[in-house]
């Protein structure tokens, strides 16, 4: 079974940055079956939306409201996708959740996902 161990939020003034970290745990067999592939967010009230996203090939795709201010990026060797946050604002409040997505015998084995517990990031004005 793999877990994916947030940490890096907190709290920032407008204008300020974080990185969050996500840290794949578990069998070497587990964590190579997966692909840590994605950033959510959820703020109170509202529905979980997707951030930030890296392929295995290495590209990368952001939700249009954090385009220009937001990194994601991936360590292999450290089963770590990090997400990088610059020009914070106040409307990024949300916990944040790490996503991982395992798809065997290429998709035809169907999809399955994995969720970190989240972590708080909290953007005063």
């Known amino acids: 079974q793999v877990q994916l161990v947030e940490s890096g939020g907190g709290l920032v003034q407008a204008g300020g940055s974080l990185r969050l970290s996500c840290a794949a745990s578990g069998s070497i067999a587990s964590i190579n079956s997966i692909n840590l592939r994605s950033w959510y967010r959820q703020a109170p009230g509202m529905q979980r939306e997707l951030v930030a996203r890296?392929?295995?090939?290495?590209?990368?795709m952001y939700a249009e409201s954090v385009k220009g201010r937001f990194t994601i990026s991936r360590d292999n060797a450290k089963s770590t996708v990090y997400l990088q946050m610059n020009s914070l604002k106040p409307e990024d409040t949300a916990v944040y959740y790490c996503?991982?997505?395992?798809?065997?015998?290429?998709?035809?084995?169907?999809?399955?996902?994995?969720w970190g517990q989240g972590t708080q990031v909290t953007v005063s004005s």
């Open positions: 890296i392929t295995s090939g290495g590209n990368t």
């Open positions: 996503h991982a997505r395992e798809r065997p015998n290429g998709g035809l084995g169907g999809e399955y996902n994995f």
